[in-house]
């Protein structure tokens, strides 16, 4: 395994397009590719994305065209930044693109992203990653982050040489390039605390149609989020992960340093009558807590209200 030098992204949504500008202003449109279907990638280069104010540095091409490419310069990263249900045709049409050295990443919400791609690609290439604290925002072809956040990774098994082998080569590279990570000696405590997160502010945002100012402001959108997050804590418990309040509280304060006119990604899809990750979030808990006989009221309110807003456009 060598160092990184080029990297695929798949999914080109505000979060997808936040780490392509980081990644390009780095290494340039010669190490960053967007790959995406033939509509797409015409659409991409037609009209430029713009990140914080600077035209993007990378590449933008076709499934097939970076196929074509993996017999002489194969990616060492493949980062996947679709939509929880768009990820297994995602998969399917960028298989090509992973390679025996490839590194994959995932920056989903929710808990589930990683063991889908792990039984497609094996989980020596799949690291866990939580993507945190960014406030990316994408309106047509621009994208704003007052924060790009960090990254938090870690391996399936820290007793696999393979995996850590693609932990080392691929946090060497993110230190190369300036990009903000860390490697939390539990990764899958990590992974439920972004859960007790977004199942909190993403379901509260979008229910009551607020930004981040009306769950920063005390009120009724302020505790049922906090409620929410309080019933994936005690579900995780029961799956085997050691939350605690002190969890929900560490939290609840990224969250109130949020920019307060910004918006979590379920609100942005609820505006853009697009379909939500509802599954991932109150969707989870609500399946886990009745498997373990623990009540979720606060996420059953919460995904039946949303899934009413699906029903209406």
């Known amino acids: 395994m060598g160092a990184v ?9 505000s979060l997808g397009a936040m780490y392509a500008g980081c990644f390009g202003r780095a290494m340039g449109a010669g190490g960053v590719f ?7 990638t015409a659409a991409y280069r037609a009209e430029p994305t713009i990140f914080n104010g600077e035209p993007i ?23 996947y930044a679709v939509k929880f249900g768009a990820l297994a045709e995602a998969m ?17 919400n929710g808990v589930t992203s990683e063991e889908v791609l792990a039984e497609r690609f094996g989980w020596d290439r799949v690291l866990l990653c939580v993507a945190q604290q960014m406030d990316s925002h994408k309106v047509g072809p621009v994208v704003t982050a007052g924060c790009v956040g960090v990254l938090a990774l870690g391996v399936r098994d820290g007793e696999s040489p393979v995996q850590q082998a693609n932990l080392s080569r691929v946090t060497a ?32 945002c979008a ?21 929410a997050m309080g019933e994936v804590a005690v579900v995780g418990r029961a799956e085997g992960v050691a939350l605690t ?3 929900v509280a560490y939290w609840l304060d990224i969250i109130d340093h949020l920019n307060p006119a910004g918006m979590p990604s379920l609100r942005q899809d609820v505006l853009a009558r697009r379909p939500t990750e509802v599954e991932l979030f109150s ?8 498997a373990h006989g623990i009540p979720t009221p606060v996420n059953e309110r919460f995904y039946a209200a949303i899934k009413a807003l699906e029903a209406s456009w």
């Open 57 to 79: 540095a990378a590449t933008y091409l076709t499934y097939d065209e970076a196929a074509a490419q993996v017999a002489e310069t194969p990616f060492d990263v493949v980062l």
């Open 34 to 40: 967007v790959v995406a279907d033939t509509a797409r």
């Open 283 to 290: 969707g989870t808990i609500n399946r886990l807590g009745a």
């Open 5 to 13: 030098k080029r990297v695929a992204i798949v999914g080109f949504g």
């Open 92 to 108: 399917e049409q960028s298989a090509p693109l992973v390679g025996e050295d490839t590194a994959i990443i995932s920056v989903l």
């Open 245 to 247: 309040d002190a969890d």
């Open 207 to 227: 229910v009551y149609d607020c930004c981040f100012d009306g769950i920063h402001a005390p009120g009724e959108a302020r505790e049922a989020m906090i409620g």
């Open 173 to 204: 590279w993110l230190s190369a390039i300036d990009q903000p990570f860390i490697c939390p000696k539990d990764i899958r405590h990590q992974l439920w605390g972004k859960l007790i997160c977004n199942v909190g502010v993403n379901q509260a």
